[in-house]
C-alpha cells in the first residue's frame, strides 16, 4: 500500500486513466467492428472517415499504438475498395 501522498494520487490517477482508456478501446473497436459489417459501399466510405480520426486519436493518446492503428485503417481501406469495386 501507498505510503506517500503523492503515490496515493499517482494510484487515483492511474485507475482513471485505466477507466478512461478502457471505455476509449472499446468503443473503438465496436466503431470498427460496426463498419466491417456494413455492405453499402457510400455508407461505409463516410464511416470510415470517422472511424480513422476515431484512431488517429486514441493513437495520439497512447490508447493504442501508432502501428495498430496504421493496421487497422489500413485493412478497413482494403475493405471500404472492395465493397466500392463489387
Do not use: C, P, W
Amino acid at each position: 500500500m501507498a505510503n506517500h501522498k503523492s503515490a496515493k494520487k499517482r494510484i487515483r490517477q492511474s485507475e482513471a486513466r485505466r477507466l478512461r482508456n478502457r471505455y476509449y478501446a472499446k468503443t473503438m473497436r465496436n466503431a470498427v467492428r460496426d463498419l466491417r459489417k456494413m455492405t453499402d459501399a457510400a455508407a461505409a466510405a463516410e464511416n470510415f472517415k470517422k472511424v480513422t480520426a476515431m484512431l488517429d486519436k486514441l493513437a495520439g493518446r497512447g490508447v493504442i499504438s501508432k502501428n495498430k492503428a496504421a493496421n487497422l485503417k489500413s485493412k478497413l481501406a482494403r475493405l471500404i475498395n472492395k465493397l466500392s469495386a463489387a
